[in-house]
């Protein structure tokens, strides 16, 4: 998948804001403050980390392998994946999909925005 039309998919969402972390040289996408998305670089590949719930990121593992526990997050939520591997474009925009309702329930129950 090509990171570009990955991005500019993810800034469509509604409340969409895009940051910088220098410390981890990732490019964040929030809606309203909340974490939904974070592109960077993993062993030099593009790599794309998503939020879901401890099931559906457990499940994800299980059957891809380029689906991994999160080197930054909260493992338990946080997968990423290789933008570059197996997972169909289709596939990685329902990923972001459900990471960023995932981001909408945390807003909506008020749960602290650090997800780091």
């Known amino acids: 998948m090509n990171t570009s039309d990955l991005l500019t998919y993810c800034m469509s969402k509604p409340g969409a ?5 220098e410390c ?4 964040q996408i929030k ?6 998305a974070m592109l960077y670089e993993v062993k ?3 790599a794309l980390s998503l939020k879901a719930t401890p099931a559906l990121a457990e499940l994800l593992r299980e059957e891809h ?3 991994f526990p999160s080197e930054y997050l909260n493992k338990s939520h946080w997968s990423t994946l290789w933008l570059d591997g197996s997972l169909k474009d289709s596939q ?12 909408d329930a945390t807003r909506e129950a008020g749960v602290n925005h650090d997800d780091h």
């Open 44 to 46: 030099g590949r593009p």
């Open 17 to 21: 804001e895009q940051s910088f972390k």
């Open 31 to 36: 809606s309203e403050g909340v974490l939904f």
């Open 65 to 67: 392998n380029d689906v």
């Open 92 to 103: 990685i925009y329902y990923l972001v999909d459900a990471s960023w309702q995932q981001a």
């Open 24 to 27: 981890w040289q990732a490019t």
